[in-house]
């Protein structure tokens, strides 16, 4: 493997004073080499997709001060050409302050090793947003065959856990998009997945969030009062089998509509149910209740 060494003068800036680069590890292959930073490419396929300005910011300034503390862990892809394992946020940073040359540890590692290893490193230190690590924790699964209790184990997590993150990508396009920029948090998205049978429910919700700044206590307090609604009206529809209606009671609310010339329907609840009539408009209203003032005349 060949590694550039003596790209130019400033070195010493990137690391931190009195540190001997030769001797940092024992093994030769994981020892801190100084690379030209364009000769460093970041990885396609890694798990980091959103970049924070303001926090890349304020870490390309620790850097003009103190240096870069932790090298890349990168792996040679070509002659002399490296892609980046680990400290891609590092790598962008050291570009924003004119660095010619950045501190790294090469390594050999098949592409499942570097895909764990980025999933690690940004996991651990929390670099990830929630649904990067969704998806690079479908990728180990589905690409590399890594079982979800596997992974779970190597991230140091509970299963779980692990399991909580996946459902994340079962939200809509855009509430994915919402917590991605942060307009929700992970607590919201949590309660709008419990709204996921009921779309229109969990529009709702997701609305009153962005619109009112609800906390997550508001959104879970609607969320368990919507699912309790579910569980005890009825769904009038030919497939539900919510509610086993017989068949003289269908007759009779036919009947019932037929004559008042509009939609009825039975909601049952915990506590017996109600019967509901429905309306297009106020005169819609008053037609409704003549008609049911007819019946009480003799």
């Known amino acids: 493997m060949s590694v550039k060494k003596g790209l130019g003068k400033g070195f010493d800036v990137l690391v931190p004073m009195g540190l001997d680069v030769t001797q940092v590890s024992a093994s030769p292959e994981e020892r801190i080499h100084k690379l030209a930073i364009d000769v460093v490419r970041p990885k396609s396929g890694q798990p980091r997709k959103h970049f924070d300005d303001a926090a890349l910011r304020q870490l390309a300034n620790s850097i003009i001060e103190h240096g870069i503390m932790q090298p890349l862990v990168?792996?040679?892809?070509?002659?002399?050409?490296?892609s980046i394992i680990a400290g891609e946020r590092r790598w962008r940073a050291a570009k924003l302050v004119g660095l010619s040359e950045v501190p790294v540890?090469?390594?050999?590692?098949?592409?499942?090793?570097?895909?764990?290893l980025a999933l690690l490193e940004n996991i651990q230190r929390e670099d990830l947003t929630p649904l990067e690590t969704a998806h690079a924790i479908v990728r180990l699964h589905d690409q590399f065959g890594q079982s979800y209790e596997q992974i779970a184990k190597r991230l140091?997590?509970?299963?779980?856990t692990v399991a909580n993150s996946i459902r994340l990508l079962a939200l809509p396009e855009v509430m994915q998009t919402a917590l991605t920029i942060g307009d929700i948090n992970e607590g919201h998205a949590r309660a709008l997945l419990a709204l996921v049978k009921?779309?229109?429910?969990?529009?709702?919700?997701f609305k009153q969030i962005l619109l009112h700044g609800w906390s997550v206590r508001q959104a879970e307090s609607f969320a368990a009062a919507a699912k309790k609604s579910a569980i005890q009206s009825v769904d009038d529809s030919p497939k539900s089998k919510k509610v086993d209606v017989h068949k003289a009671t269908g007759k009779m609310l036919k009947a019932v509509g037929d004559y008042l010339k509009a939609p009825v329907k039975v909601q049952h609840t915990a506590k017996g149910g109600k019967?509901?009539?429905?309306?297009?408009?106020?005169?819609d209203l008053e037609r409704i209740v003549d008609q049911i003032s007819k019946l009480r005349k003799p």
């Open 198 to 205: 009921q779309p229109s429910e969990q529009l709702i919700l």
């Open 156 to 160: 140091g997590k509970a299963p779980s």
């Open 74 to 82: 990168v792996v040679e892809v070509e002659q002399n050409m490296y």
């Open 105 to 116: 540890v090469v390594r050999t590692a098949s592409e499942l090793q570097q895909v764990e």
């Open 275 to 283: 019967l509901v009539i429905s309306f297009k408009s106020e005169e």
